[in-house]
Nanobody, 121 residues
C-alpha cells in the first residue's frame, strides 16, 4: 500500500520558518518526481514546488521562489520543504505528491493527507 505521510506543520509567526517532511512508502520512489502543493481555505489546491527523481532539477511557484527550498533525502523516498520568511498568505494545508511521469503542477499519481501550516501576522 502506497503511503505519503507529511509532518512538520504548525503555527508560526510571520517571518518565521518551518520544515515540512514527507515520507513515502509502499513502493520504490527513487524514479518518482516529488513535490508539494497547498490549499488555503476557499481556494483551489495550488502547486508550490517540485524536485526531479534525481534531485538535479527543482521548480517553484513564483509566490515562494527565494523563500522555500525543496530537497530529497539520500534514499529518495523522503522529500523536504524548508519554508523561510513565512507570510500569512502561506497559510494552507500542504500536501506531498509523487509522480513517475510528470514534473511540476501536473503531478498527480500519489498524494499525502496533508499537514496544516498557519502563519500569524
Amino acid at each position: 500500500q502506497v503511503q505519503l505521510v507529511e509532518s512538520g506543520g504548525g503555527l508560526v509567526q510571520a517571518g518565521g520558518s518551518l520544515r515540512l517532511s514527507c515520507a513515502a512508502s509502499g513502493r520504490t520512489f527513487s524514479r518518482y518526481a516529488m513535490g508539494w502543493f497547498r490549499q488555503a481555505p476557499w481556494k483551489e489546491r495550488e502547486f508550490v514546488a517540485a524536485i526531479a527523481w534525481s534531485g538535479g532539477s527543482t521548480y517553484y511557484a513564483d509566490s515562494v521562489k527565494g523563500r522555500f527550498t525543496i530537497s530529497r533525502g539520500n534514499a529518495r523516498n523522503t522529500v523536504y520543504l524548508q519554508m523561510n520568511s513565512l507570510k500569512p498568505e502561506d497559510t494552507a494545508v500542504y500536501y506531498c505528491a509523487a509522480d513517475r511521469g510528470r514534473f511540476g503542477a501536473e503531478m498527480d499519481d500519489y498524494w499525502g493527507q496533508g499537514t496544516q501550516v498557519t502563519v500569524s501576522s
